[in-house]
């Protein structure tokens, strides 16, 4: 078992991703807080350039000495239960880790799908791993072959457009409607783009996958797409280390937390990023809204700390940036409660946002790094309350 001597509290964050690195840089802080940091990987992985990393154009790693606190101790290794009672972490490598908090932010990965034959003949492309796995499928894959990338949101979207622009034949299958986030105007962009880029667009109730083999999908409505590879981009899920460990979690496995991120079962244990579900009402996964979360989280433990009560989450959205290939991208405007408005930026323009809003999202990783409370929490979505308050009253009440 690891502890930390000094009389300091220790707190452990489970997960290196956007969110985990955030919350244990800015624990940082507080000189008599001991964090650990547990996480799979030795190096911090780029998420939102995995699409990029299938098509060769960037590696989506970058060195935790840029990224993490050098106050942080990292353990390479994954966690396998949270005894709540010891409270202390299991690690797959053996031994425990011990803790006074615990920031759950273990992330999202890949939806298990459920289509026959999905799993063994589809490449996924939420982790690390299964980029590269798929990045050496396409790099020995014939120039001319055919590739069916599955899913009409925006890690489809843009892996349709990275592998087309390099010059490889693409259909998208959306499995219904293609960028269901966007608003028509944006909408139309993309489509327009991708067209330009030569990739077929499969959209509408019958484009649902029925089932995939080794060289083809077939869809809902009987038509039969060929294909060298399928890239399954559809769906998120979240690891079940939450609901193995005992712990509430949602209908899709998230940790149920009430409003300050803390879990309804116990108030040494906060949630952040993509695995989150403060009310039963979580938010959009991904990097725009862990980078929010994160702060919140070590927020929530450093105001427990103190001994006082945590603030309730405060997230607002600005939008969703898609890239279409290296030369063109979209930024689709929204309210602040996430809904798209018809406002967006296109074109070169809306690339040089994308990479901006992806630079900048490592460079607010190493400010907090380097001073804790950098990252400064000004958002707040004011219509959040009502909806928690009609969520909690349409939900039958429990019998006891």
């Given amino acids: 078992m690891t502890k930390h001597t000094g009389g300091r509290t220790e707190v452990v964050v489970i997960g290196g991703g956007y969110a985990g690195v955030l919350a244990a840089n800015r624990l940082t802080g507080r000189d008599d807080v001991a964090v650990t940091l547990v996480n799979p990987r030795s190096a911090f992985v780029e998420r939102i350039r995995l699409h990029q990393l299938v098509a060769g154009s960037d590696d989506a790693v970058v060195d935790y000495a840029d990224v993490l606190s050098e106050r942080v101790e990292l353990v390479v290794d994954t966690a396998t239960g949270i005894d709540r009672e010891a409270r202390t972490v299991s690690l797959a490598g053996g031994g425990t880790v011990g803790y006074d908090y615990l920031i759950y932010a273990v992330g999202s990965r890949g939806g298990a799908p459920e289509v026959p034959g999905a799993d063994r003949f589809a490449y996924p492309i939420a982790t690390l791993e299964e980029a590269e796995r798929l990045r050496r499928a396409v790099a020995d894959a014939p120039a001319t072959a055919a590739l069916t990338v599955v899913g009409g949101g925006a890690t489809g979207i843009e892996t349709a457009a990275e592998l087309a622009e390099a010059g490889r034949p693409v259909t998208l299958v959306c499995g219904g409607q293609l960028g269901p986030y966007l608003h028509p105007n944006g909408r ?163 690339a040089r946002i994308k990479e901006f809003v992806v630079s900048h999202t490592i460079k607010q990783l190493a400010d907090e790094a380097r001073k804790p409370g950098a990252r400064v929490l000004k958002g707040r979505d004011d219509s959040r309350r009502q909806r928690v308050e009609d969520a909690r009253a349409s939900r039958p009440a429990r019998v006891s």
Wanted: charged share 20%.
């Fill in 188 to 350: 139309r962009f993309v489509a327009k783009r991708l067209a330009a880029l030569g990739v077929t667009v499969l959209e509408g109730p019958g484009a649902k996958v029925a089932s995939v083999t080794a060289g083809a999908v077939r869809l809902a409505d009987g038509r039969e797409v060929r294909g060298h590879l399928t890239i399954w981009a559809a769906g998120f899920g979240v690891p079940d280390l939450a609901a193995r460990s005992g712990l509430s979690t949602d209908e899709a496995g998230r940790l149920l937390t009430d409003e300050t991120l803390t879990s309804v079962d116990d108030d040494r244990i906060v949630a952040a990023g993509d695995a989150a579900s403060p009310s039963g009402l979580p938010y959009r996964m991904g990097c725009q809204s862990a980078v929010q979360l994160g702060p919140h989280a070590a927020d929530a433990v450093l105001r427990r700390i103190e001994g006082g009560r945590p603030e309730a989450v405060s997230v607002a959205f600005a939008g969703l940036c898609v890239s279409l290939g290296r030369g063109a991208g979209i930024f689709q405007f929204a309210r602040k409660d996430d809904t798209a408005i018809r406002f967006h930026v296109g074109g070169r323009t809306g």
